[in-house]
């Protein structure tokens, strides 16, 4: 065969290995038909409005940012008319963003942003104003060993998380209410942003360890007796405890696995307590070896934070990694509990012996009141002035 007939040649089967490629594609974006294939439909808003705040009770989103305003010190009276204000245009504009219906062009157009949010107010601001919220529980945590907090990064009057499927909104609406705020009189405190790792539907998200974080949350029955308030003014509030901890996720990942799996009481491939099978069995942290050592060790995370040391009480856990730098990332740790004694329980034992504690710093912390939803047609937190 000559050059030129095998040139050609060539060319006639590059054009028909091209043709087919380009039907195949073709084919695949139809349907079995012919018919170009559906794109699937946007998942829904999540409604605003309800008796509960959607920023606790939506299934967790990607992004979160979280930030904490102070009001200005003022006279009672003052004091509890601005936060009124306040309260009310900060209803206003999340209602508005969570319904696709805000006059900012950011924020319409595209695909619903799925975004929640919750609203707490702090102890700081609940003492001064003289508020209706759960009294002794709202209280400042106390200091624990090992902790190296800055004031700057926690604390606060009013304290707020924005949840979405994409940073967009929460940086959109971020900025409505601090402008809100500031027109009330209030000055941003703080404001940490978060993520998480893309996971299948239902599925537990993995921290910066590389481990599944939040397993072992409480169902809606154990939630209404560990999460939500008690039957009555309070009985769909919660109390929101924050803490940014910084992750040593270099020096953790430089462990064996198994001695990684030790610490936490939990094998990070499938998230299955060590006594355990799948992620979701109840750790037994009774359980011994033949040599009379306890399976999962007595300085295991999951042993530690067991809800069988403290009476059964769980906390919701919805924590969020974060990444501010090299040598500052890890986990927004973000618990839902009626009393948030039940967390200084559990960090009192952490604090003490958890065998995670070389690999981790805790650098700020909140407490916040998280007010019940908001009814159609009605503003967030009306029974404080009652």
């Keep these: 065969m000559d050059r030129r007939a095998l040139l050609a040649g060539g060319a006639v089967l590059a054009a028909g290995v091209g043709a087919g490629v380009g039907a195949g594609v073709a084919a695949l974006a139809r349907g079995g038909d012919g018919a170009p294939a559906a794109a699937p439909p946007p998942e829904p808003a999540v409604p605003f409005h309800g008796e509960r705040q959607a920023g606790v009770t939506a299934p967790q989103q990607p992004a979160t940012q979280l930030f904490a305003f102070d009001l200005a010190p003022a006279a009672i009276s003052d004091g509890r008319t601005a936060l009124r204000g306040l309260l009310a245009e900060v209803t206003r504009v999340l209602a508005e963003a969570a319904g696709g219906t805000s006059a900012d062009q950011r924020l319409r157009g595209g695909e619903p942003a799925r975004l929640t949010g919750?609203?707490?107010?702090?102890?700081?601001?609940?003492a001064r104003l003289g508020l209706n919220v759960p009294a002794p529980v709202l209280t400042e945590l106390p200091a624990f060993p090992g902790d190296r907090?800055?004031?700057a990064r926690g604390g606060g009057d009013l304290l707020v998380q924005l949840c979405a499927a994409d940073r967009w909104p929460l940086s959109v609406v971020a900025e409505q209410l601090a402008a809100a705020a500031t027109a009330a009189g209030a000055s941003m405190r703080w404001t940490q942003s978060g993520f998480l790792p893309r996971t299948a539907g239902g599925a537990t998200p993995r921290n910066l360890f590389g481990f599944k974080d939040g397993t072992a949350n409480p169902d809606e029955e154990a939630a209404r007796q560990w999460v939500w308030g008690p039957p009555g003014p309070y009985e769909h509030g919660t109390v929101l405890v924050y803490r940014r901890i910084r992750m040593d996720t270099g020096a953790f990942a430089a462990l064996p696995a198994d001695r990684q799996g030790l610490a936490m009481g939990r094998r990070s491939?499938?998230?299955?307590?060590?006594?355990?099978?799948?992620?979701?069995?109840?750790?037994?942290?009774?359980?011994?070896?033949p040599d009379g050592s306890y399976v999962i060790p007595a300085s295991a995370h999951v042993r530690l934070s067991s809800p069988r040391l403290d009476g059964g009480a769980r906390m919701l856990r919805?924590?969020?990694?974060?990444?501010?730098?090299?040598?500052?990332?890890?986990?927004?740790?973000?618990?839902?509990?009626?009393?948030?004694a039940q967390f200084t329980r559990v960090?009192?034992?952490?604090?003490?012996?958890?065998?995670?504690?070389?690999?981790?710093?805790?650098?700020?912390s909140a407490v916040a009141y998280v007010l019940p939803g908001a009814p159609e047609g009605r503003v967030l937190g009306e029974g404080l002035f009652g």
Excluded: M, W
């Design 149 to 151: 907090l800055d004031p």
């Design 269 to 289: 491939g499938d998230g299955a307590p060590l006594t355990g099978t799948a992620e979701h069995d109840e750790p037994d942290i009774y359980a011994k070896n």
């Design 318 to 340: 919805r924590g969020y990694s974060y990444d501010d730098g090299p040598g500052d990332r890890g986990l927004l740790f973000c618990a839902f509990v009626r009393d948030p």
């Design 118 to 126: 919750l609203v707490g107010v702090g102890p700081g601001l609940a």
């Design 347 to 364: 960090q009192t034992r952490l604090a003490a012996r958890d065998a995670l504690n070389p690999f981790l710093e805790h650098t700020a």
